[in-house]
């Protein structure tokens, strides 16, 4: 889950090993959530994202789970490796009106979780 | 690929400064970002445009504004600076639309420090 204040989650795991990294959000009326990777001294990347109507989605080696019931996200990595080791962050979009209509808003992000990899 | 280009990667400014940090994007995205980063806090909203000339605030918008003059260039602007807006500042794009995923696109981030 996400912290408060200064001291994020952490995950340490083995090189190899599956990695599971959780978030919970706030509003039950967002429609659209995404994973993003931030490795040190560069902007947050994309992973992986999932629509409200969906409960999981697989990429390559990540899988995302969201549990609409308990407001519960979850990032699965398969076989972690050195190279996924950077802070990951969960956002939730909440459908703004001016924006298009129906179309995507703005994101929110949760506070993120420090993933280190070890060889 | 998608480029988001922040102008300055590091900046010191001294208390009251103005201080512009520029953002210009290439995929022609309506939407635009700024968001401001500080550890254990995440990433939080600062203002948005999704159109030139246009800007809703944020959760944090105090302390700050901003200019869409063109659609490819979004500015925030400190009008005077203080020490509690040292943070990394993020700027990102995005589609409007029906279909478009709402995916932000980033830029590598600007830090200022306010001494």
């Known amino acids: 889950g996400e912290s408060v204040g200064l001291h994020l989650p952490t995950l340490s795991v083995q090189e190899g090993d599956n990695s599971i990294i959780n978030c919970a959000y706030s509003n039950s009326a967002s429609d659209y959530f995404i994973w993003y990777k931030q490795e040190s001294g560069k902007g947050p990347q994309f992973i992986i994202d999932?629509?409200?109507?969906?409960d999981k989605r697989q990429g390559q080696r990540v899988t995302v789970l969201l549990n609409k019931t308990v407001k519960h996200l979850s990032l699965q990595i398969a076989a972690t490796q050195p190279g996924d080791s950077a802070v990951y962050f969960c956002a939730e979009n909440k459908p703004h009106p001016n924006a298009g209509g129906t179309s995507y808003g703005k994101l929110t992000f949760g506070q993120g979780t420090i993933l280190t990899v070890h060889p | 690929d998608v480029k988001v280009t922040q102008s300055s990667r590091y900046l010191v400014k001294r208390t009251g400064e103005k201080v512009f940090l520029e953002c210009v994007q290439d995929m022609d995205h309506e939407n635009m970002f700024w968001y401001r980063q500080d550890p254990g806090l995440g990433l939080r909203l600062i203002y948005f445009s999704y159109d030139v000339k246009m800007k809703e605030k944020g959760d944090i918008p105090e302390g700050y504004s901003v200019s869409r003059e063109k659609k490819e260039r979004f500015s925030l602007i400190l009008e005077s600076a203080s020490t509690n807006q040292t943070s990394m500042y993020l700027c990102a794009s995005s589609l409007l639309g029906q279909g478009s995923t709402g995916e932000l696109f980033f830029g590598e981030g600007s830090r200022l420090t306010v001494l």
């Open positions: 999932i629509r409200s109507n969906m």
